[in-house]
């Protein structure tokens, strides 16, 4: 079973202030992509990235960077220079191939407040 | 650039009655999927559809659920008899296939239901 663990409920920082949300995951397949996603006040969904398990090359995306370590199970996502607009519910998400399946299961879920 | 779009945006109904939300995927993507976000929780997995037929479901998605592909173009979620605990935020969501490179799930803006 899989199965994504946001163990940070929610965080809060000051304008231009680096934080990095943590996702932990649990799989027992070795073929799996991980997510994130932003979900702002609005309540829309926006797809930020999608990582499969055979690449752990970190990636940078302008302000935004990801670090995935299958050694320790862990796809963090780092926000520099963080902005207002950044405020917003952050998840992370798991799907396997195992059956063909690739239904993404989400965690919980982490709050981002940045004030400025 | 091409979207998924949801209507209504919100819909408020009482007990016992039935809703439909609808979908319009985007035109050239194979499959369909519904989500439901109860408030302030995570994003749960409804049903996923591919080929004029249901390919995966939850345990969520229970006899008062269904999903039809009416015609070429839109994507329906009905529930029968609506409860109380439907009340969440309906997200139906589109792929070209379930996995690869095309696997991308495209998330629209989210129908909020409110069952009174």
């Known amino acids: 079973a899989q199965k994504v663990t946001q163990a940070q409920t929610e965080i809060s920082v000051v304008e231009k202030e680096d934080v990095t949300l943590d996702c932990v995951y649990e799989?027992?397949?070795?073929?799996?992509?991980l997510f994130w996603y932003k979900q702002p006040p609005s309540g829309e969904l926006v797809f930020l990235i999608r990582?499969?398990?055979?690449?752990?090359q970190n990636e940078i995306s302008g302000r935004y960077s990801w670090n995935f370590q299958k050694s320790t199970s862990s796809f963090n996502f780092t926000i520099t220079a963080s902005q207002v607009v950044d405020s917003a519910v952050y998840f992370c998400?798991?799907?396997?191939?195992?059956?063909?399946?690739?239904?993404?299961?989400f965690g919980r879920g982490t709050s981002l407040i940045v004030h400025p | 650039e091409p979207e998924v779009t949801q209507t209504p945006s919100h819909q408020v109904t009482q007990m016992g009655q039935e809703v439909i939300l609808r979908c319009v995927p985007i035109?050239?993507?194979?499959?369909f999927y519904w989500y439901r976000q109860i408030l302030g929780q995570k994003v749960e997995f409804l049903v996923s559809?591919?080929?004029?037929?249901?390919?995966?479901k939850s345990e969520i998605f229970d006899d008062q659920f269904s999903v039809e592909r009416p015609d070429g173009s839109n994507f329906t979620l009905k529930i029968r008899s609506t409860k109380l605990e439907d009340s969440a935020m309906y997200f139906c969501?589109?792929?070209?296939?379930?996995?690869?490179?095309?696997?991308?799930?495209?998330f629209g803006p989210g129908t909020r239901l409110t069952v009174t």
């Open positions: 799989t027992r397949d070795t073929t799996y992509y």
């Open positions: 559809f591919y080929n004029n037929e249901i390919s995966e």
């Open positions: 969501a589109s792929s070209e296939t379930p996995q690869g490179t095309g696997y991308e799930q495209y």
């Open positions: 035109s050239n993507h194979l499959y």
């Open positions: 998400a798991l799907s396997e191939a195992a059956g063909g399946s690739y239904i993404p299961t």
């Open positions: 990582r499969n398990s055979f690449d752990e």
